[in-house]
Structures are given as C-alpha cells and as structure tokens.
C-alpha cells in the first residue's frame, strides 16, 4: 500500500456521513488533486479492490460491515473555487452551501436554492439534485469526468444527460471532478437576502440540528402526492425501529435519535416502502445511496 500516498486502512466512516452510521473502509483517501485520484483508482483497479468516492456524507447509507475496498473522499480537500470570466470553476468537494455563497459574492446567481442541500458539488451534479424547481444544471457548461477506464475526459452539457435525479455519470459510473458555470449577474444584496430566507424556510420545514441522511425518497411524481404526505398517510410519522426514527418535523426524513445502525435505517426504510406500496400501490425510490449494501426494498 505504500506505492499510494495518503491513503489510509481500517477508516470508520460513520463519522463522514450526516446519519453518523456505518462501519470501516479498508482502504480511504482524501486526496488534494485530480492526479492523487487517478492514481490511486489505477491502484484499486489494479489489485481488483472496489471503489468508490463519497463526498459530505448525505444521501449516503453505510453498511455497518463498511466498505471492502478504497473509499476516495472529495470534501474539504478538493473544494477549490474560482473565477475567471465571469465563470465559477468548482471541485466536486465544495460544499453546494459554500458554492452558492462564494458565486453572490462576486454577484453571481441563480443557484441560491441549493444552499440548503447539504450536499457537494460533485454529488449534486451525479444526481443533478434539484430545490425549489432549481437543479444544479442551471448555466452548468462542462466538467471533467474520470472514467472507469482511468480515463479523463471533459464532458460538455449536453454529454452529461441532465434529467430529473439522474445524469450520465450513473449508467457509466464516471466521477465528476470539477466543472464550470456561468451564472445568472445578480445583485448581491438581494441575493444573499434569498439565501438568508431560504435557510430560515429550511430550518423550519426540516430536521437540521440532528443526524439525518436528508430526504429519504423522491417525490413519485404525477397526481401521487409528495412522499412524506404518503408516510403521514400510511401513520408512520415518528415510526422507530431501533435508534431509527421518521422525523415529526418532515416526514420525509429519517433520523438517528441515537445509536442507530445502518441495518435500523435500511428496516425503517423497508417498512415506509410496504406501507405505501400495500395501501397506495405506489412504489417510493430512495434518493438515499447504499455503499455496501442496497436501500430499500429489492426491485
């Protein structure tokens, strides 16, 4: 292991996850550049080790086994930020909080619903993550990508397949590892005033002086209602199984009230799903990301 810098053994990764659950990864990476990622993914590939990368935490579920092979971490390490042009450049590890701040900072908006998604930039874009009808592929114009094949490429707007919750890097298992807006010119004031209102709404609405993994479900869409008025549906509000618990605040939320494992999460998850199912027949789709296990029910 020492022909890779910086990477670690036996890591618990409970402590890089917003649920605050889950077990080790045997090997864990926070690298400071792309040329550190790439190498230490020819290095997994190479030794047959699965990988994969984690960013803040949130929508992620840990099993409480962890992870066997390397966890490459893009956070506080790869969160770089700049502007050239009129456009920001962002890493994958800013924090979409951090990047909407810093673009109202040299007056550059249209983002701003984003800064209550607890979430990077890296993992907003694989999911094309959305708030208040605004996705994170607003003014987006190209990203490097690493490919499974170790490859880097830059991918323009349109290589990427923005679609609701879904873009391309999930059918090629490609890694976002920065990219480049141009952003709405704004008046900064007005802008860092939305932001201030857009915290409050989001402190009000949702759990968020407690571990949760974020929303738990996708909206189904269509005449269903919103998932977390299908839980209140079904009763399940305050549901707990083990430390697991459905947030009163959001039903759409699940918190860990407390010594929760990842096996409580994934059986509070289970249940919420056959309750809707058995009464709705509507089928709910976690947003939640399984790292060593699968969420929910089986499809």
Excluded at 139 to 155: A, D, M, S, Y
Excluded at 274 to 286: A, L, Q, W
């Amino acid at each position: 292991m020492n022909s890779v810098a910086n990477v670690r053994q036996d890591v618990a990764l409970a402590p890089f996850t917003t649920w605050q659950v889950g077990g080790p990864a045997r090997y864990f990476l926070e690298p400071t550049t792309v040329e550190e990622i790439v190498q230490a993914v020819d290095w997994a590939r190479a030794e047959g080790l699965p990988w994969t990368t984690i960013g803040r935490g949130s929508n992620l579920l840990v099993s409480d086994e962890g992870f066997p092979g390397l966890v490459v971490r893009l956070a506080n390490n790869f969160a770089g930020v700049r502007f050239a042009e009129g456009k920001m450049h962002a890493q994958a590890g800013l924090a979409l909080a951090q990047m909407v701040v810093k673009g109202l900072e040299h007056s550059l908006g249209g983002l701003e619903p984003m800064v209550g998604v607890p979430g990077t930039v890296g993992g907003a874009v694989a999911m094309n993550a959305s708030a208040h009808h605004v996705e994170i592929s607003k003014g987006f114009i190209e990203g490097r990508v690493l490919r499974p094949n170790g490859q880097v490429e830059t991918w323009s707007f349109d290589d990427f397949r923005f679609q609701y919750r879904h873009t391309r890097l999930h059918d090629e298992q490609g890694l976002f590892l920065d990219g480049v807006w141009q952003l709405d010119v704004v008046d900064k004031p007005a802008g860092l005033a939305r932001v201030r209102e857009l915290q409050q709404w989001r402190n009000q609405k949702q759990p968020t002086n407690v571990p949760t993994g974020g929303s738990t479900f996708r909206n189904p869409g269509g005449e269903h209602p919103a998932a977390g008025a299908l839980i209140e549906l079904v009763g399940a509000k305050n549901l707990k199984v083990g430390g697991a618990e459905v947030s009163e605040k959001h039903a759409n939320f699940i918190i860990n009230r407390g010594g929760a494992t990842a096996a409580d999460i994934q059986a509070l998850i289970c249940e919420l799903q056959t309750r809707v199912r058995d009464r709705f027949g509507v089928v709910m789709h976690p947003e939640v990301i399984g790292l060593g296990l699968a969420v929910g029910l089986p499809r």
